[in-house]
Each structure stands twice: as C-alpha cells, then as structure tokens.
C-alpha cells in the first residue's frame, strides 16, 4: 500500500511505493543524469575517470554517483574507479557496507573476542569444582 511522503529533493508531495525514495520529477531528473554520466563514462577515455573527474565532468553530484554504484546502476568492474565510500572509515569500497581493511578488522576483533570468551569459560570451568582444604595446618 502506498504512503504520502515528501520528496527529500523538492520537497513536494508523493504517494510512496518502495520502488523510489524520490516523487517522478525528479526521479525523471535523475534518469537523465544518469544517462548523461554513463555516455561519458562509455567513452574509451573516461572510463577509468574516478568520481572527483566524473562530478567535474558531468555536475552530477558525489552522493548520486554513489548511489548508483550502490544500487548496481554503474558497475565497478566496467569501470574500476568507481566505488562508494565504506561506512566505517569512508575509503572507497564496491561491494558491501564496509570496506576490506574494516572487514578484515571487524573479523580479529571477533577471533579476539571469542577466544577470551573461551578463555573465561575455560576458567570459570576449571574454577568451579571443589578443592579439599588440608585441615591440619602446620
């Protein structure tokens, strides 16, 4: 079912469907910087163009680039420069929300984590049986 939400670029009014965060106009808008960002980029010369020369190239703005690359519009192995910016460090990444550096951190800090919970359990494990006190002190 649709909702009524406002278009975050005009600000007008639209029945909300899930296909587009945006009303038609612009959305239209959008198409059409989009065909105009992809004829540049179809060129033989610019296809390795990174997003700085695209947006100086074309005035298609950063976050708009980015999102196509995110939706799967503009592909990075067609053209390799392209990326989107990780959600950890903002390095440009192609695939997934964070970046492989970050992915590769994330994954220590979990091995980490595990073996001093094993590490706690192990203890906790070996602390509990009972111990006989020696009741003649010397």
């Known amino acids: 079912m649709a909702e009524i939400r406002n278009c975050p670029e005009c600000n007008e009014f639209f029945n909300y469907t899930g ?3 945006v009303c038609h106009k612009c959305a239209q808008k959008e198409e059409d910087l989009y065909q105009v960002v992809y004829r540049f980029l179809r060129k033989r010369e610019n296809r390795a163009a990174n997003v700085e020369r695209i947006e100086e190239a074309t005035g298609v703005k950063k976050d708009l ?10 592909h990075p192995a067609l053209f390799p420069n ?7 460090c903002g390095h440009l990444t192609t695939t997934g ?4 550096k970050c992915q590769n951190e994330l994954k220590s800090d979990l091995r980490t984590f595990d073996a001093a ?4 359990e192990n203890v906790a494990q070996r602390d509990k049986g009972t111990y006989l006190a020696d009741r003649k002190k010397r």
């Open 19 to 21: 296909l587009r965060e």
């Open 65 to 74: 680039l980015f999102k196509w690359v995110r939706k799967g519009r503009l």
């Open 82 to 88: 392209l990326g989107y910016p990780c959600d950890n």
């Open 97 to 100: 929300k964070l970046c492989e």
């Open 117 to 120: 919970t094993e590490f706690r």
